[in-house]
């Protein structure tokens, strides 16, 4: 499927997200599922308290429970997920460079975010802390591209957003996006309801909110960010973890946006 770059483009400048549709073959989801599945059910098993910090083995699930039946989940370039044909695919790539003007850019983070049924709403809020107080930066040097494993949709808690919402500066706000948004109108909202194939770029300073999974099963959705290379590591991040036979595997290009990459230990 071919994507006009431009108009993607316009949408995330001023939406502040953009929906790559049919990107990603069946095959390579039915492939990281397969892989990332039991990393998930494993947290779900072991995590009974919530917490602020990701603890554990990354090969087995590092995570967190982030809210009642929602977690987070870092998960390593390893052998089945390893996935290049997702995080250098042109129109990606393309993208982010006609965003930021420059191929100068890393891959910072491999994360995930999982509703279980019996999820609730999250309180509405950004990805990242305001970064210029009173002045709604133009562009932003951080994004969250996210690929879901399963169609999402109102049932499985899909992810809400306020659109346009990127531009807010206003440091008295922060902090109480929940109380404004739910005690106003805001005929805006969208609920980013997709089927599985799609990468979505994320500006992560656009208000949304994770809402409650109705369904039988679980949403898991993955996460690759990427930064431009000044600003890598200044929003502590955590550093992506790929094996070495993956690193060598991938393409100049690939090596290149796992520059602050890590090499994971041996398995034992």
Known sequence: MAHDVRTLLNELVINGFALLEDVIPAATIDRIGAAFTPLLEH???R??????VETGD????????????RYTLQWPWEGALACPE??????????????????DFLITCLHSNNPYPGSIHQRWHRDISLMSPHVGMERVPHFGVKFPLVDTNEENGSFEVLPSTQYLADPALEGRYDEIVESGSFPHRTRVNMKRGTLWVQDPRALHRGTPNRSSGPRP?????YSLRW??????DTVPLIGAEELEQLSERGKRLFGRAQILPPAA
């Open 231 to 236: 600003a890598s590591g200044v929003t502590g």
């Open 86 to 103: 997702i995080a250098e695919h042109p129109a990606l790539l393309d993208l982010l460079e006609a965003y930021w003007g420059t191929d």
């Open 47 to 52: 995590e009974q308290e919530l917490g602020n």
């Open 221 to 225: 959705e993955l996460v690759i960010c």
């Open 58 to 69: 990354i090969r087995v699930g590092r995570r967190r429970l982030q809210h009642p039946n």
């Open 43 to 45: 947290v779900k098993g």
